[in-house]
């Protein structure tokens, strides 16, 4: 029996010691910094069942973020957008994106769109009491191109960019700081969305003194330092995160004091929560559609806000594809889809149908443009135009393995309203990784996809994907008119907003209503439902689900 | 016993040395771009062949493994592509988690596991035994994600007895113990019984009864323990494999455990957060075969001996 105790204990000690391990490490996953202005977080606490107190607003996400630090990462905006302030922020005024000014207290544009004089807020301090200043965004600016990992392009916009990130230069020559509050920020050339850009998640202004004595930052959040309405106080790996109010933020102070994330990867179990109480906020788009429908769309029809998840899902047609190439059956293509349908039978009527390339609630979005009816015996017409018999056209649709039971059904519909032209569409899945990689030899005959907006600018996605060959190769689209690219990537230089606009409608028809380089189909509305606790939540403008947790208002 | 003890040992080295270049080489035949996975749709070319670079894969797959297991030899497993962290922290962290569920889905598994199956074997086609033979054929052949969210909508959602996910609270492990150790009592408590059965029925147990034992003396000490020997070796799998990770249950109760992070490395092609949890659920098993031989020696001395 002593042998069996012996081995028992032997074993114990082993699991307990592995166990140590991540205990004795516990700062590099999961760190807590002094909480201010708001009580003190319980470290790895229950956040799932956290009970409700005043100020909280406790949240879920599917997955953990992998950084802070938007010079890491281009996705995960949460954290910087709440934790950092920007010189402009785009925010949903009335209903509309508007740029508005955040730390920038006033600015002028030269004549010629290149130079840009910005005026800093005074009196800003971060959250460790450090003063904001001009060289700070300056700062911010060399930072990205200095690490040269994500989020550098609105940086490399700048004079002596490109230099700087190839390690040819010491500081950014673009950017001259005349004293605390002043600065002029030179352009290689024009660019009319660049306010715009400056309001993305991934121009936070980070404090260049805290900056050189850290080393955790983006990971710990004691090292997470930004002027803010919000600190990060704790950060547990795959378990949650907390946020909480910073009383040294110069802003008006916001009803949500304390913010609890937590890390709920079973779509099943966010909702259980939701309707236990157990969350004040849940993102119904992290929810099947089912679900939303039986259990939300009446039960909580008066707590639903919604607003367009500004992007773009579109079905790309390989333009250098054997069949896909005549355009003529692309456009039977874009005929025989019911997009209406679609958004009736999949998504309830919770998306909007899109004609074009710039998406639904993005600056320069044309409701006028006409698009591709749904007309299935005009699509069989084209094809036979074209010399096509039944079923002489084949190709495959490329799907992502880990896209959601929607977007699967998506390409099902798609398969099927195909097969009653005749054109023969298998729908193949790929592993995410073999998918990404496929797209991106350009050699994919057809996928459907979503375009989130960094940005309330169209150059954001017409330059995305038809700013160049490089950039329609990538995206398997293979457009090959280069003249018309050329047009595509000059829009964004365009200072005269009328004339920009006007180009890029101009661009669009071109684009779709001639070549049908693209099959445009919806934008999703992205949905919340707030829970008792909560008065109201206007959704932050953008194609990410992020939101500012300012926007929130307790009851 | 010590000396069969190191010896396994000495192989566990060579497995886990084997399944590390079998995992490591796997990861770098199947097709795709993990850096393209990582970097997600907004990355351009330019900074994809930057982290290729940086990441070290563009160097060649030998020099790739080399480095690999002399960080590996000195505990660094690299860092996490989707979770940016060492992977020998994410994994200690995650094994916490894991333990606690573990013990506790462990513990139901075999404590409802024997009662049921020596009431089931001493009452042998009786009601009880039939009632516990059905519950236990319930328990085999329910899938886990049913017992969880079965459990997690009556007692968490309707009853609010217990929490419905997460947490550091011994409380928030009750249901998910359960889903995770529902099929395993199932299997422990049929074992039980057939192995008890066959052992009441030897001569030695009518000797022990003829000595005047009393039934209960009889059957917990010269019949169960004899019918704990197969029973022990499969206890002590389902240890390892508990102890492995449990993916479903983790996923659905949102415990940050190892089965979890196993998902997590999978879904976003994390290489080395994916070869440190392979490595450590191998290393796991390992220990738990360990433990079965040993535990198997000790309740049958000859097999100690032979050893």
Redesign the interface.
Known sequence: ?K??FG??TA?AL??SL?????????N???STAPAQGAAESTA??????VAAEDGLVRTAVL??I??MDVA?T??NYLIPMNVFDRLFETRNVGGTAEVVKSLCEDYTVSEDGLTYDFTIKSGVVFSNGSELTASDVKYTFERLLRI???N??IAREVVGGEALANGEADSLEGISVKDDTHLTVTLEKPNAGFLAELSSAAMGIVDAETMEKVSGFG?EPADTIGSGPYIVTEW?????YTLVYNDKYWGAEPSVKKLIV?????A??QN??F??G?LDLIDLQNLDSAIVQSSYAEAYKDQIVSTPKVGMTYLVLNNAHEYLKDVNVRKAIGMAINVDVLIDNLYSGNAVRENGIIPTGCWGHNDSLEGMKYDPAAAKELLAKSGYTDGQITFELALDS?ANSTIQLVYESIRQSLNEIGIKAEVKSY???????LR?SGEMDSFV?R??M?YNDPANIMATFFGGE?QTK?RSINYPDTETMARVAAASSIVDDAERMTEYQNLEKKLIGEDAAWIPLYTELHQYCIGSRVASFTPQWAGFSDFYASDVVLK | ?TRSILQRLIQAVGVLLGVALLIFFMLRI?????I??L???????A?ID??TAELGLDQPPLTQFIRYVAGAVRGDFGT???????V?????????NT?KLAIMAALFAWIVGIVCGVIAAVKKNGIPDRIFMGLSLFGVSMPVFMVA?IL??VF??YL?WL???????WK?YILPAIALGWNSAGSVSRLVRSTLIEILGEDYIDTARAKGRGRMGVIVLHALRNAMLPVVTMMAIQLSSL?SGAVITE????I?GIG??AV?AI?G?DIPLLQGTALFSTFVVI?GSL?AD??Y???DPRTGKEA
């Open positions: 029996m042998k069996v081995t028992i074993l082993t699991a592995l166990a140590g391990c991540g205990g004795a490490s516990g590099s996953t999961g790895a606490a229950a956040p799932a069942a997955y953990d992998s950084t890491e281009s996705d040269n990992h994500e550098t392009d990971k547990v790996a795959n378990d949650h937590s890390i709920v990867p079973d099943n179990t259980l929560m309707q236990n157990e880990s592993d995410q990784s073999v998918w990404l990689d991106k996809a375009w989130g960094d490089s990538s | 016993m199947v097709p795709g771009n993990p393209l996975t970097m997600g749709e907004h990355a351009d070319q900074t930057r982290m996490s592509y989707t979770l940016g962290r060492p020998s922290s994410l994994i200690g962290a995650a094994f916490g333990l969210m997690q909508y968490a959602f609010h929490p419905i996910s997460g947490g550091d609270n928030c102890l996923t659905i109760f949102s940050n979890r992070l997590q879904n092609r220990l433990l040993s535990l020696g000790v309740l």
